[in-house]
């Protein structure tokens, strides 16, 4: 076989579907695969947006089927998260369905949610003042001069870790200790 009808074969394989992958990788596939599905609504829709936009009882089956997909997946059973995988990616476009339909929009290019990491509340990053009239009602807003504002808080430690450390990825945050330097150390008995 050519190297080209190699590089054509593999650019086909499909490893969610491939019966020479192992079971545990094809699971993993299709839950990545599905994962992939709700970034795409997220950044479309916003950050858990959809979902509060659904009326009750289809939020109520939404939710009912991605604790079907956890149960699926927490099984490894493959036959199970396949059937639970597909259903939930029918059930993401079932709410965007829903929600173009009572007439709501997608997120503007303009505004981008996150929800907080211990909260789970969401956020929406605007670029300008005049950005905030395009937030969803309710949600807190921080425009990229207020962020400013927040990273030259955290002091000169937190851009010169960026430096030095192209593409480090900020992962907690904590308070600094202050040392009082004309005490010195604490003794240890």
Same mark, same amino acid.
């Given at each position: 076989?050519?190297?080209?009808?190699?590089?054509? /074969?593999? &650019?086909?394989?499909? !490893?969610?579907?491939? %019966?020479?992958?192992? =079971?545990?990788?094809?699971?993993? #596939?299709? +839950?990545?695969?599905?994962?992939?599905?709700?970034?795409?609504?997220?950044?479309?829709?916003?950050?858990?947006?959809?979902?509060?936009?659904?009326?009750?009882?289809?939020?109520?089956?939404?939710?009912?089927?991605?604790?079907?997909?956890?149960?699926?997946?927490?099984?490894?059973?493959?036959?199970?998260?396949?059937?639970?995988?597909?259903?939930? /990616?029918? &059930?993401?476009?079932? !709410?965007?369905?829903? %929600?173009?339909?009572? =007439?709501?929009?997608?997120?503007? #290019?303009? +505004?981008?949610?996150?929800?907080?990491?211990?909260?789970?509340?969401?956020?929406?990053?605007?670029?300008?003042?005049?950005?905030?009239?395009?937030?969803?009602?309710?949600?807190?807003?921080?425009?990229?001069?207020?962020?400013?504002?927040?990273?030259?808080?955290?002091?000169?430690?937190?851009?010169?870790?960026?430096?030095?450390?192209?593409?480090?990825?900020?992962?907690?945050?904590?308070?600094?200790?202050?040392?009082?330097?004309?005490?010195?150390?604490?003794?240890?008995?």
């Amino acid at each position: 076989m050519t190297r080209a009808a190699m590089r054509r /074969r593999d &650019a086909n394989f499909d !490893l969610a579907t491939s %019966a020479s992958a192992p =079971g545990e990788v094809r699971i993993r #596939a299709m +839950v990545e695969g599905l994962a992939e599905v709700a970034n795409a609504m997220e950044r479309r829709w916003g950050a858990g947006r959809l979902r509060r936009l659904a009326p009750d009882p289809l939020r109520l089956r939404f939710d009912e089927q991605q604790a079907r997909v956890d149960a699926a997946t927490a099984s490894g059973e493959e036959q199970f998260v396949r059937i639970q995988t597909e259903a939930m /990616r029918r &059930a993401w476009e079932t !709410l965007e369905r829903a %929600a173009i339909e009572a =007439g709501a929009t997608p997120l503007s #290019a303009d +505004v981008w949610e996150t929800a907080l990491p211990k909260t789970g509340e969401v956020v929406a990053l605007v670029r300008t003042d005049a950005d905030m009239a395009q937030v969803a009602s309710g949600c807190p807003a921080f425009t990229l001069a207020e962020v400013a504002l927040l990273i030259e808080k955290l002091g000169p430690e937190a851009l010169e870790t960026k430096r030095v450390f192209p593409g480090a990825v900020v992962t907690d945050m904590r308070p600094s200790e202050t040392f009082d330097w004309s005490k010195g150390d604490d003794m240890p008995f």
